[in-house]
């Protein structure tokens, strides 16, 4: 069975890993934080790690972004979108006002909201209006958080994350999805050495990762390389620039391409762009589930 590295029970990967598999057999091995998550794969504990790496709020997870690019090489193996439902989770009745005034939840009594610092700022502008006296504090993921809401009871503090997490710890949900946006959205990954059959969901689109660092800073360097894609048609869905962590000002280019690496069209254009004196590495090249197309 394959065993599946994610961040802890009740966490945002958790729910999305269950419901990409769905009742497909896998062995889910759960660590605190995503760099052990990284190396259960690196040194063979696990077969695949779950990894977030992009959010409809916050854009690219940086830090994830960069253990992919810099500390390891594996391949990634698919991909596939899921919700990002944030909630407020404690003890109702540490927050409840007296009875004359109401016997209503008073959220201005919270001393600390504690979550994932990536959903902690999709819900930011919900915690200023109405928790406004609260400090924040960032956890190593929102299944952490609630876990140490559910230790320190009796200190009015609440955690950002899942129902699943909510239910892990039986603690109450005092608001239901707090995301400032609707549509929030987290693009994860499974990475892993060998190459992962096709999963029973059904596959929104093909598409291959690379990564391209640009010989020198010359003029039109990186419309060049844009232009290898674009004259064979091949459509790209991202592009991002990242430092190369070498020398200030170097930046590699991050390319999502929707297609396929099993094409002769891909190939040949990155064939051109080395051929520029480009440095390109193939992240992956893999299947995309889409959740519209899974639920
Ligand atoms: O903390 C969690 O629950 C996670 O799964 C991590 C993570 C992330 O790193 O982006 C995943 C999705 C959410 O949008 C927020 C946090």
């Given at each position: 069975m394959?065993?599946?590295?994610?961040?802890?029970?009740?966490?945002?990967?958790?729910?999305?890993?269950?419901?990409?598999?769905?009742d497909?057999?896998?062995?889910?091995?759960?660590y605190?934080?995503i760099a052990d998550?990284?190396?259960?794969?690196v040194?063979?504990?696990?077969?695949?790690?779950?990894?977030?790496?992009?959010?409809?709020?916050?854009?690219?997870?940086s830090?994830?972004?960069?253990?992919?690019v810099?500390?390891?090489?594996?391949?990634?193996?698919l991909?596939?979108?899921?919700?990002?439902?944030?909630?407020?989770?404690?003890?109702?009745?540490?927050?409840?006002s007296?009875?004359?005034?109401?016997?209503?939840v008073?959220l201005?009594?919270v001393t600390?909201?504690?979550?994932h610092?990536?959903a902690?700022?999709?819900?930011?502008?919900?915690?200023?209006?109405?928790?406004?006296?609260?400090?924040?504090?960032n956890?190593?993921?929102?299944?952490?958080?609630?876990e140490?809401v559910?230790k320190?009871?009796?200190?009015?503090?609440?955690?950002?994350?899942?129902?699943?997490g909510a239910?892990?710890h039986?603690?109450?949900?005092?608001?239901?999805?707090?995301?400032?946006?609707?549509?929030?959205?987290t693009r994860?990954?499974l990475?892993?050495?060998?190459a992962?059959?096709?999963?029973k969901?059904?596959?929104?689109?093909?598409?291959?990762?690379?990564?391209?660092?640009?010989?020198?800073?010359?003029?039109?360097?990186?419309?060049?390389?844009l232009?290898?894609?674009?004259?064979?048609?091949?459509n790209?869905?991202?592009i991002?620039?990242?430092?190369?962590?070498?020398?200030?000002?170097?930046y590699y280019?991050?390319?999502?391409?929707?297609?396929?690496l099993?094409?002769?069209?891909?190939?040949?254009?990155?064939?051109e762009?080395?051929?520029?004196?480009?440095?390109?590495r193939?992240?992956?090249?893999y299947?995309?589930?889409n959740?519209?197309?899974?639920?």
């Amino acid at each position: 069975m394959k065993r599946i590295a994610c961040l802890p029970e009740g966490s945002v990967s958790h729910e999305a890993v269950l419901h990409l598999f769905g009742d497909e057999p896998i062995t889910l091995v759960h660590y605190k934080q995503i760099a052990d998550v990284f190396l259960s794969t690196v040194n063979g504990t696990t077969d695949y790690s779950v990894i977030p790496i992009e959010n409809t709020i916050e854009g690219s997870v940086s830090l994830h972004m960069d253990w992919l690019v810099h500390e390891i090489d594996i391949p990634m193996r698919l991909e596939w979108v899921y919700p990002s439902l944030q909630n407020l989770i404690g003890r109702q009745d540490e927050f409840m006002s007296s009875f004359e005034s109401g016997g209503k939840v008073d959220l201005t009594q919270v001393t600390k909201v504690i979550s994932h610092p990536v959903a902690m700022a999709q819900c930011l502008q919900f915690i200023r209006s109405h928790m406004p006296n609260a400090e924040l504090e960032n956890a190593s993921s929102t299944a952490e958080a609630i876990e140490i809401v559910k230790k320190n009871p009796n200190q009015r503090w609440l955690a950002i994350g899942t129902l699943l997490g909510a239910k892990k710890h039986e603690l109450d949900v005092l608001a239901k999805y707090i995301t400032d946006h609707d549509n929030n959205f987290t693009r994860f990954i499974l990475i892993g050495p060998t190459a992962l059959e096709q999963l029973k969901a059904p596959v929104s689109e093909e598409k291959t990762s690379v990564l391209i660092t640009l010989p020198s800073d010359f003029p039109g360097a990186l419309h060049q390389v844009l232009s290898a894609f674009s004259w064979r048609k091949l459509n790209l869905s991202r592009i991002e620039s990242r430092p190369t962590k070498k020398k200030l000002g170097s930046y590699y280019f991050y390319i999502d391409v929707l297609h396929s690496l099993d094409s002769v069209l891909l190939p040949s254009a990155i064939e051109e762009i080395e051929a520029l004196g480009c440095q390109v590495r193939i992240l992956g090249s893999y299947l995309s589930y889409n959740y519209e197309v899974l639920s």
